[in-house]
């Protein structure tokens, strides 16, 4: 069974695109911020997969919402794509942000 699948079975309130995106997120950040490479990657991603695993729906949602509106939220009011440098937030303050939320969730 995949990553997606085993937190799939795990969360089944969350659906496939998002269960995505949750895992992009991570592998963005531990790519572009604590440039992982290869092994320490792949095991990074499997640690984040089995943490996400053990929260509750209720620890969990915060952390989802947040990277699904904020972290990934780069379009204005009108549907246009935002440049990454003109954004309010920073990736690595967003990326840093999200961490946050979801390690303090019980």
Known sequence: MDRIQQIKEAHPWLDYEDLVKVLIYHHQGS???HNL???????????????VISKRRKALEPFVEYVLDVYYNGVDEYGNQIE??????????????????LLKSK
Do not use: P, T
């Open 37 to 51: 490479q290869r092994d320490k990657l792949q095991q990074s991603i499997d640690d984040f997969s089995k943490l």
């Open 84 to 101: 990454e440098s003109s954004r309010e937030e920073s990736f690595e303050y967003r990326w840093n942000k999200a961490r946050a939320i």
């Open 31 to 33: 790519s572009w911020i």
